[in-house]
């Protein structure tokens, strides 16, 4: 420990990152971007970047580097701090202190490279994650963590509802369950849990037929934040 008087504030930087979760093709998928400029020129990473000044906002910080490096709204997004991550060593260029941005949501557009991005791309969590899979700095780390906040978020809260479109049948929100936490659910069991929770789904009072048999009810997002009681998950 330095001496009384010795001390002064560490110099850091502080980044954003941003890891935007969405159900595409059958599957739970993750915005990346390929990066540009040095270090880890073009490897895979999160969107993200540093402070644009001393007096940015967090938010506004990550709502900026969205838009620049993917070409998306923030105020589209359900948008919310995952955590912060500051390993000593995580970025090869400095002390990086980095607070994480997770969102989700429903099919996103296709995204827009900008800013110090070459390209951006959705791409299935199960081939981010992989070994063999590079992603650069800690992102992979980052993700799983943001992953895992999802599966979690599904259990307690009415999240799901957040992956769907405006307007979504019961078969379109169990699918999303089953996408997230990679199980397959009763229909039956799951109809009358959803249904149980007060103001998890709001009916529109229309029907759509898009199979054959009975047409499906149509479901808006209700008022209603949390599922109680719970609906967990199975863990191996």
């Known amino acids: 420990m ?28 993750i915005m990346l ?8 020129e073009g490897m895979l990473a999160l969107p993200g970047g540093f402070l644009a000044s001393t007096s940015e906002d967090l938010d506004h910080a990550a709502a900026r580097e969205l838009h620049e490096e993917t070409g998306l709204d923030a105020r589209a997004l359900h948008l919310e701090q995952l955590r912060t991550y500051g390993t000593p060593g995580r970025d090869p260029r400095r002390r990086v202190i980095a607070v994480c941005y997770v969102a989700f949501s429903p099919e996103l557009p296709v995204p827009v490279a900008g800013g110090d991005a070459r390209e951006a791309v959705l791409m299935p969590v199960e081939k981010v994650l992989k070994p063999r899979t590079r992603i650069a700095f800690d992102h ?12 979690g978020k599904l259990e307690y809260t009415t999240l799901a509802a957040a992956f769907c479109a405006a307007e979504f049948t019961m078969t379109d ?6 996408i997230v936490w990679g199980e397959q659910l009763d229909p039956r069991n799951f109809h009358r849990k959803i249904i149980g929770v007060d ?4 009916p529109t009072g229309e029907r759509v037929s898009r199979q054959p048999g009975r047409p499906a009810a149509l479901y808006r997002r209700g008022p209603a934040t949390v599922l109680h009681p719970a609906m967990l998950r199975s863990r191996p």
């Open 2 to 29: 330095p001496e009384p008087g010795e001390w002064t504030i560490p110099e850091v930087a502080v980044a954003v990152d941003l890891a935007i979760l969405t159900v595409h093709d059958s599957s739970l998928q």
């Open 33 to 40: 971007v390929k990066r540009g400029i040095p270090p880890y």
């Open 140 to 151: 992979k780390k980052i993700i799983a963590d943001a992953v895992e906040r999802a599966r």
């Open 173 to 178: 929100l169990r699918e999303v369950y089953e």
């Open 199 to 202: 103001g998890f789904l709001i």
